[in-house]
């Protein structure tokens, strides 16, 4: 049962072991650490529903909702103008974007931008668009049978 | 013995071949289109099937190395090691396939504020620090004592990450699968079953094949040390 095996050439040496193993260990020691932190710490920026958002007015906030109407060009300087509707409530918010839009974005979609609100206009932060796709899945074939 | 190592690889052969082809089939040609997401929300019937497999692959790992740390039979270290293998294999696959589908259906190839990718992401590095640690110490009792270990601190992760997207607020990570059912229709539902079971197999599978050669490895060596007369 004698286990010290006799160093082969191919072998890394021991001082070299010795760092890996302590890196192994500082990375998972970080890793769990981190872990932990991105699970239950709350976000640095505030999640709003568009009828909350007139409460952080000034502020940078990460807003919610449902795009109801949208005009212009999020590559054109006056930017891509839409309207947000609260997903319960009926407040709305006009936008203005400029950056990358996802594929999926359309009028109806529920969208999560970042941006901050001023004199009543949400002023997006440029490529901070991001579309939400719906919990649930339906068969395009047979829409009939939905339950909106 | 010998009969049921056999089996353990031909069942599972013979299943990944059936099931893995028919997933293919059934998510491109039998279930319809999603009416939001179109042809992009096909990726659904393999990115989630194959995370929720590397999960059973590290939980296996993780599962092996607590029997280690019981028995003090090395055959469960090996097993503990190939699930993890196994594991971080199809959690390749995950980092792959997700960001696919991220960039169809929220525009974004990763979302940092997703909590559920981050500690995903986080068990996929934890577990690839585990190679790291395993292979800096020499072979015997505290190298395997020792990954057990870390393998079994580790474990802790894996609910965290499914729990995350439930827990806690999540902004656009989907959840289809709730207290009240599937929301989708029963096609979908089947589908994703028999990409379930097809990305199981293939993980037994895989289990089954590196045991054996491990165990062949270990094998020859000892065989070798017979023929230089160090062993007996």
């Given at each position: 049962m004698s286990e010290t095996p006799t160093a082969t050439p191919e072998q890394p040496k021991q001082g070299f072991r010795h760092v890996r193993l302590v890196v192994a260990l500082v990375v998972a020691s970080l890793l769990g650490t981190f872990a932990v932190y991105t699970a239950f710490a709350d976000s640095s920026i505030p999640v709003l529903m568009v009828a909350q958002a007139q409460a952080y007015e000034g502020q940078t906030v990460r807003l919610e909702g449902k795009v109801t109407q949208s005009t212009g060009?999020?590559?054109?300087?006056n930017g891509l103008r839409f309207t947000v509707k609260d997903y319960k409530g009926s407040e709305t918010l006009p936008v203005i974007y400029n950056g990358a839009v996802p594929d999926?974005?359309?009028?109806?979609r529920d969208i999560v931008i970042d941006g901050t609100l001023k004199n009543g206009v949400f002023t997006a932060v440029p490529d901070t668009l991001v579309t939400k796709c719906p919990s649930k899945y339906t068969d395009k074939a047979t829409t009939s049978d939905t339950k909106s | 013995m010998r009969t049921n190592r056999h089996l353990t690889t031909t069942i599972p052969l013979v299943l990944s071949i059936v099931l893995v082809p028919l997933t293919i089939g059934m998510a491109f040609w039998w279930t319809g289109e999603d009416i939001d997401q179109g042809l992009s929300q096909k990726i659904f019937y393999f990115h989630v099937p194959i995370a929720l497999t590397s999960y059973a692959a590290f939980g296996y790992g993780a599962f092996c190395a607590a029997m280690y740390l019981w028995k003090r039979t090395e055959v469960w270290d090996l097993r503990s090691y190939v699930g993890i293998h196994s594991g971080t294999i199809f959690g390749t696959l995950v980092l792959i396939t997700g960001p696919i589908w991220a960039k169809a259906s929220?525009?974004?190839?990763?979302?940092?504020?997703?909590r559920q990718l981050n500690v995903f992401l986080i068990l996929f590095l934890y577990y690839c620090a585990y190679f790291m640690l395993r292979f800096s110490l020499d072979e015997g009792e505290r190298r395997r004592s020792a990954s057990a270990v870390f393998a079994l601190l580790g474990i802790g992760l894996i609910p965290m990450s499914l729990l995350a997207v439930r827990v806690a607020q999540t902004?656009?990570?989907?959840?289809?699968?709730?207290s009240s059912g599937a929301a989708m229709p029963g096609t979908f539902v089947l589908t994703f079953l028999v990409g379930m079971a097809a990305m199981l197999s293939l993980m037994v599978l895989l289990i089954s094949v590196e045991l054996r050669g491990k165990r062949a490895a270990a094998r020859v060596l000892q065989l070798q040390r017979i023929a230089r007369g160090e062993d007996a």
């Open positions: 060009d999020a590559a054109d300087p999926a974005y359309k009028v109806g | 929220w525009g974004v190839w990763w979302n940092w504020s997703d902004l656009i990570h989907p959840t289809v699968f709730t």
